[in-house]
């Protein structure tokens, strides 16, 4: 896997104790999407997982961004979708939004594991609401992500550690509100420019990243400025550091 960070161990990743971190089991196969916007990614999750002879997972399709995700996922109706969080055409929980029905299955299921680099409880919580079934950062290893992949084709739930927990907290008091409320404003395009515009990208590079125009990110940012009551980019990159979308 195209990592730098220290690989979790078995036990990080959320892997139940005396669970072997492989999924094949005698000969039993899982379908699997990957979805995540760089291809080189991808192409090392594949090399990775992708050896169904050893792992028991057989990778079916993939895709770059929203539109691309549920033509594949439509089209080969897979057991498990690895799902970026941030993706071109509406993030992952617009994914998410569109396979309701596909997740609501009770022949055959599709079922959603987060696969993302970012750990912020806001990414987290709102994947989690929209139905996948768990979430791991990038730096799992290869033998514990397919562990993680059968345990979310049984209807387990895998995250690791600290990403529990915020699940835990925003779930364990029915007077806690649901979502941010400064972020609830917001619509998922203005959040995925907020994010790139706090992560000190150019107008023209998050014009490229979420292949809209540079106007378009402009009116974005106008928009979220307006919303969130902030003067400026410093402002607006001050507030998303503040909650840890950074």
């Known amino acids: 896997m195209p990592e730098t960070a220290a690989p979790e161990t078995a036990a990080q990743s959320g892997q139940q104790a005396g669970q072997p971190s492989g999924g094949a089991d005698e000969g039993r196969r899982v ?17 990775e997982i992708g050896r169904t002879d050893e792992t028991g997972v057989d990778v079916v399709g993939e895709a770059g961004d929203v539109d691309q995700a549920m033509t594949v996922i439509e089209a080969t109706r897979p057991d498990v979708v690895l ?22 299955d009770t022949e055959q299921p599709v079922r959603f594991l987060a696969l993302s680099v970012s750990d912020a409880a806001e990414d987290v919580i709102g994947v989690i609401r929209g139905g996948a079934r768990g979430y791991v950062t990038k730096t799992i290893t290869g033998d514990d992500l397919v562990g993680a992949i059968f345990r979310v084709s049984d209807g ?11 699940v835990l907290d925003a779930f364990a008091s029915t007077d806690a509100p ?23 990208y150019a ?12 106007k378009t990110v402009e009116s ?20 998303a550091t503040a909650r840890r979308l950074v």
């Open 31 to 47: 379908r699997v999407v990957l979805v995540d916007d760089h291809r080189m990614f991808r192409a090392g999750v594949q090399a």
């Open 156 to 166: 387990d739930a895998v995250f690791s550690p600290r990403l529990a927990g915020f």
């Open 203 to 214: 107008y023209k590079e998050v014009a490229k990243q979420l292949f809209i125009s540079v």
């Open 83 to 104: 799902l970026d969080v941030h993706l071109p055409g509406g993030g992952g929980v617009e994914v998410l939004r569109r396979s309701a029905p596909l997740m609501g």
């Open 178 to 200: 649901p979502v941010d409320e400064d972020m609830d404003r917001l619509t998922q395009r203005e959040r995925e420019v907020l994010r790139l515009i706090a992560r000190g």
């Open 220 to 239: 974005h940012v106008s928009a979220v400025l307006r919303k969130l009551q902030l003067s400026n980019r410093h402002e607006l990159t001050r507030w």
